[in-house]
């Protein structure tokens, strides 16, 4: 890895930006001149992008002193009409969402997504009642469900001295292939390496199968994803 991204996550880790279990595996890769996967090289430079973009200048809003009128009612209907006009712009946060909030005649509606996932005997389930298969020592995942743009990491250990190179794969519930890549084992027979939970064949939520192939080994475990 150039030493400049190794620099790059050391600056990410110092102001607490990321994810610190994942920056602290791509450091020790570095450090270690192991090989690292083009998604950990694109998380770390999107998080230096967005660290280094300057912020958007804050918006100052002036609101107009109401005429005075005569009856509390009357100050009330003047003011709802300029409230439903009004609309207020914080600056710009790290997470390049744009914070607007519109004050209208109608309620706000806000929805809330919790994901549950309940144990029965080990085996966790996910959305709709779908079961989620344990992890192996062959083949793990760091959680046993996603979110759209979750970072998914993955790692194991394999157990044959066949090949310096392990084949993953995921297919989405429709058993599409949305993702693939080989990655290098270390002399331990260890491998790591990371993936995004977004992109092409990402566009439904389900139950998702990670596969890994590596001479006579075949592993799969599924997870749960939800856009």
Known sequence: MPEDILDNVKELLNKEIGDKKVLVQIKRAAENNEAISNYERNYVRTLIEDLRKPPEPEIEITLEKPTEISSPQEQISSVIPQLQTSTIVAHKPRDKTNI????????????????????????????????????????????????????????????????????????????????????????????????????????????????????????????????
């Open 100 to 227: 607007k909030v519109i004050i209208g005649s109608a309620a706000i509606a806000v929805a809330i997504i919790a994901a549950v996932i309940l144990g029965t005997n080990g085996i966790d389930v996910g959305p709709g009642g779908s079961i989620i298969t344990p992890s192996s020592g062959l083949l793990d995942l760091d959680q046993s469900s996603y979110n759209k743009g979750d970072i998914i990491s993955i790692s194991g250990k394999s157990e044959t001295s066949l090949g310096n190179t392990i084949s993953l794969s995921i297919e989405n519930a429709g058993s599409e292939l949305i993702w693939a890549e080989d990655i290098k084992i270390k002399n331990s027979g260890e491998y790591s390496t990371l993936a995004i939970a977004g992109g092409p064949g990402w566009e439904n939520s389900g139950t998702f199968t990670l596969k890994m192939e590596h001479g006579s080994e075949d592993e799969q475990i599924t997870f749960s994803f939800k856009n």
